[in-house]
């Protein structure tokens, strides 16, 4: 009995190694290959006094679209400017359809009727505050699933900050 024991906490190690594996390539091919898109961001107070230094982002795009008859989770589609700045087009429960020139960025809704993309914060080293408190988008890399990750802060002219 022991025996079997020992095997099934093996074979559910190895599942979860093989899984966080997984989640992590998925993140480091969204990074190399997906597409760079930049949020407006709407104003949001920029310090946490529990966990250092670090900007709550809100995009200023979920103001566009009614939240009250969204479904819990979907897709925001945008459509990017000549910039590469991001305008809400509409959002549906599911990937399809899509037109041309439209791109996909899975959401949830929190409780509070926030819309919530996966990248909602953004840290920085203590100190740094001045350097990201006109920051006016967020650069995300997305990829075809809608999958989207949070890669820096970019100033008006739509440079990042470093």
Known sequence: MKNYRNW???????AIIAY???????KERTLRHGKLILLALAPVDPRSLMQGDYMRLRYSIADSIDLHTAAPRGYLVVRLNEQGIAKGIRIQDD???????????????SNRNVLNIGAES???QEGHA??????????LR???????????LYNEKEKFIE
Do not use: C, M, Q, R
Not at 133 to 139: I, L, M, P, S, V
């Open 8 to 14: 099934i906490i093996a074979v559910n190690l190895l």
């Open 130 to 139: 001045v350097k990201y408190e006109h920051a006016k988008f967020g650069g």
């Open 142 to 152: 997305v990829d075809e699933k809608g999958n989207s990750l949070l890669i820096g």
């Open 95 to 109: 990937a399809l359809p899509l037109n041309k020139d439209e791109i996909l960025i899975k959401y949830t809704l």
């Open 20 to 26: 966080f594996s997984y989640t992590v390539i998925e």
């Open 122 to 124: 953004y840290f920085f």
